[in-house]
């Protein structure tokens, strides 16, 4: 370097530095420039002040752009010096070679380029860099004065741009505009942050006037220009921005320093200003929160405290300080210590200590000093309240009184010391609750079986002894047959003695209990019980005075009483003492806890005790189960004793069997009390057995009974209509038709159930008598196991007495009804014949079934006409006088049903009975003057359908 600057050769090069050096020993001939030696004068006065140049300076000689620069630029190519000296720019920089190229042919032609914070991107330590560049490009001529090379000053200002786009960045990052107020002038030079801040347009002139004006009224006063005269009119201060177009404020924070130098004499302010509307809304928030939340922590029942983030209480509601008298504020800090007991403080304190280190939920229980002295346990609870960082803002606590639960709690202690005698205890209990559980299920189950197989069995029963006792009319004089009939008729009996047995097991049958002293029941009894025991049997029999009345079937309580006699006479084996006593008894809530079915309350008790065998602990447990019996095959059903256990069961009382081998047995029977009067039993069912020409219908959905009964009833002398469910039966009543007595069965198909179909029926026709009938009552008219009241029922099987005594006992009760209104002869077309015969027309196409059908009107005196089909019908009506139309509904011209339609045009107002093979006939009511037979039917259900369209004219002597 030094030869460089001593070479007196080339003296522009007399320069210290690297370049200067460098430029002396490159070979310049290889370029467009050529060597040193031919280098013009023009050019090397610029290399000249090139080199000595203190800022980087690049000039591009000639068309080509061949680069000569001093130490400034080669610092600031990096990594491209030294080989970028000497050789063209477009090939050297070609990652800006447009930009270059521009520069070239621009300042070339005699332009000049200043370029501001210029962004490149350029290679200059091997990768690519941004750069920001100010730049200033001037021509240099040559000797003729025209421009032959480019002198560029190159300023880095990457870092300036950098930092400027950092603090940009975060402004608007912080929400932070940055300004400088020059007082004297009240202009401001402010960021684009600061203009969004305050609403303000980038082409704005932002003056202190403009702010102030912008100002809320109020906040004016705060403002800079307002506080000139102090030593720093920029301190902190927080103003509303109110926006004159639409009235929005908005909070805005500024703060400044003054930053101009005593020598001007002119102050200077720079400064901040951020948006802190969010942050007021947010107080304003906190604020109206902290007011709700005391005022829901003022209503609350319990006490409600706060404390600061460092655990210093500073808040309790007034009901702390109601309940501990202390006077309000006294308990904040540490004050709240005083009224806790003094052996719980410490604890308290430790645990709240620790929750707070910790930052976790806070409890404890501790004893709190009321205002009249007294301590009351408490639980307190505090958990704390964070912001967005999670650091806690405050912690909100409760005093909970859990007096009452430490009380318990001492009381458990206590009791826990005899648990396990006492779970014992409990376990024998519970043990023995669920046997009699099992066993009650056990029963319950059976007896549903039972009672539903009873049911089906009684139906079955009635369709049989319904029609022996029919068939016995018409045998009458035949010895022989009739004592067949008679047998079969006692197996009926026994059959339905056995189905009313499965029933009061089963707590199925419909009781009728009536007010009872048992006393009184027992003194009827005693000549039936003695005559059934034998002389050999001792009986005692033992009443205690002031003995209650019980609620009882009375008839269902004597037969319990004699089958207990008789399983004691057979116990005992004919020969013993039997003991039987009435008393008053009262059962208690712990003795009721061991039956799951057995009420604690008043009963009366029946207890009938023997001198037998007794009986083993097994045979116990099966003693009430049906069909089990002792005794030897065929000496017994072992029906008797699970009778007497449904029957007490069903009448809401309890039975308890006390029993020893070797030493007799004890059946107790714990009847419900009745606080009401003895009611007068009398017997219904006792009477002649006479029948009645009163109108009845029958509602059975089971063909079999259903023909039976009707069968039964035409005997007594009834005009009897039917309907196989409650429908059909009420459509018979909304016909008109006069009816005297509903027979119905309680359990039939359909939707319409008998009770709503005798309401229904009650309704219409208020002085019809109603007689309900079944083997297996289910709960429409009987309700815990008893009829409901005023219900007359007779239940299946039934004799043709028993069903004929009912019958006229109803019937008495009903009111007398109006005579049916009835069709004036001349106008019905009826005309009696000089031999007083009725004329009846039959309209049948199978000649089996019309010659039949004739031959049974015949038997009963009427005067018949026949007609195969509907047209030869019409064509006697129209020639003779007819008195009633019997017609098949399937006819081979026309229906039947339209038959009697053209039929009535003929002769107004004829009575018509349909004869088909269906239950009900479409467009077919039955009523005064209709009436529909069922095939196959008999001479007598014919006759009484007749009769009733007649109005009872049908029949003659």
Known sequence: MQAAASDMRYPFLAVDGEIASLINTFDWAQTSIGPLSSWSTGLKSIVAVVLRAKVPMLLMWGADGVMIYNDGFAAFAGGRHPASLGSNIREHWPEIVAFDANVLDAVLGGATLSCRDQHLVIERNGAPEDVWLNLDCSPVPDDDGIPAGVLAIVVDTTLR???????RIAQEAGGIGTFEWYPETG???????????????ADVVVTDRLLVDLLHPDDRTASGPAKLGQNNPLDYVEYRRVDAATGDIRWIARRGEVVSSPESGQRRFIGVAFDIT???????????????????????????????????????NDRVYRYSGAPAGTLDGDGWGSIVHPDDLRNAAE?????????????AEFRLRR???????????????????????????TNTDIQEQKIAEASLADLAATLEQRVEARTTELLQTQDALRQSQKMESIGNLTGGVAHDFNNLLQVIGGNLQLLLSELAGNDRAEQRIHNAMAGVARGAKLASQLLSFGRRQPLAPKVVNIGRLLRNLDDILRRSLGEAIEIETIVAGG????????????????????????AMDGNGKLTIEAGNAFLDSDYAQAYADVPPGQYVLLAVTDTGTGMSVETLEKVFEPFFTTKPEGRGTGLGLSMVYGFVKQSGGHIKIYSELGQGTTIKLYLPRSPQSEDVIVERDAGPVIGGNETILVAEDDEAVRNTVVAILSDLGYRVLKARDAQSALTIIESGASIDLLFTDVVMPGALKSPELARKALERLPHL???????????????????????????????????????RHVLAKALPRASAVEVPAQEAGIGMRPDGKQTILVCEDDWLIRASTVDMLEDQGYAVLEAADAKTALVVLSERTVDV?????????????????????????????????HSDVEGVTPGPLVQLVVKPFSGKTLAAAIAFVTGGRGLVG
């Not at 402010?190 to 347009?201: C, F, H, K, T």
């Not at 007294?374 to 405050?394: C, F, M, N, P, Q």
């Open 885 to 917: 139309l019997v017609t098949d509904v399937g006819l081979p011209d026309m229906s039947g049903v339209m038959l009697a339609e053209r039929a009535r045009i003929l002769l107004p107002g004829l009575p018509v009975v349909f004869a088909t093979g």
């Open 161 to 167: 741009v950098r930092t400027e786009q950092r603090l």
């Open 278 to 316: 969010d942050r007021k809304c947010a107080e304003a928030a906190i604020r109206e929160s902290e007011a709700r939340f005391r005022n829901l922590a003022q209503s609350m029942p319990n006490h409600v405290w706060t404390a600061r983030p460092d655990g210093r209480l500073d808040w309790f």
């Open 371 to 397: 205002h009249d002295g007294a301590y009351r346990w408490h639980i307190a609870r505090a958990v704390s309240l964070r912001d967005a960082t999670g650091r806690i803002e405050k912690w909100i606590g």
């Open 769 to 807: 008598g109603v007689l309900f009938t079944s083997g297996y009552t289910e709960n429409s008219i009987v309700h815990s196991g008893r009829l409901d009241e005023g219900v007359e029922l007779l239940s299946k099987p039934y004799t043709r007495e028993a069903l004929a005594r009912r019958i």
């Open 187 to 201: 202009m401001l030079d402010v960021s684009d942050e600061y203009r969004r801040i305050w609403g303000l347009a």
């Open 547 to 570: 003995l209650w009345n019980t609620y009882i079937d009375p008839g269902n309580v004597e037969n319990a009483i004699l089958n207990l006699a008789i399983n004691a006479r057979d």
């Open 351 to 363: 645990s709240w200590a620790a929750a707070r280190h910790a930052g976790q939920q806070y409890e």
